[in-house]
Nanobody, 124 residues
């Protein structure tokens, strides 16, 4: 059973940085597509960044240039480094994984495994 556990969220001021982590258990290796999604209060879940087994990365326009997705296969951990944070980045952030090899930032319904989320709050 694949399990994903996010950590690293918190409250920061505008312009600050956070690094989210997603610890993966239940499988080893890099042959999964993985992604970060976020859900602002009262809004739908949206894609933030994704990576696949070949190391390709994809970003939403809203975070491009301010965020970096990476994975450490030896530690079975996915990361999201977020810099120059803005109040509109406030949301619950979720880690997701799927066995398919996506060559894009896929939609939420295309990922089978999800973490419980970690809250990011950015104040102005």
């Amino acid at each position: 059973q694949v399990q994903l556990v996010e950590s690293g969220g918190g409250s920061v001021q505008s312009g600050g940085s956070l690094r989210l982590s997603c610890a993966v258990s239940g499988y080893t290796g890099s042959d999964y597509s993985m992604a970060w999604f976020r859900q602002p209060p009262g809004k739908e879940r949206e894609g933030v960044a994704a990576t696949n087994a070949f190391g390709a990365t994809y970003y939403a326009d809203s975070v491009k240039g301010r965020s970096t997705i990476s994975r450490d296969n030896a530690k079975n951990t996915l990361y999201l480094q977020m810099d120059s944070l803005k109040p509109e980045d406030t949301a619950m952030y979720y880690c997701a994984a799927d066995r398919h090899y996506y060559w894009r930032l896929a939609a939420p319904h295309e990922y089978n495994y999800w973490g419980q989320g970690t809250q990011v709050t950015v104040s102005s």
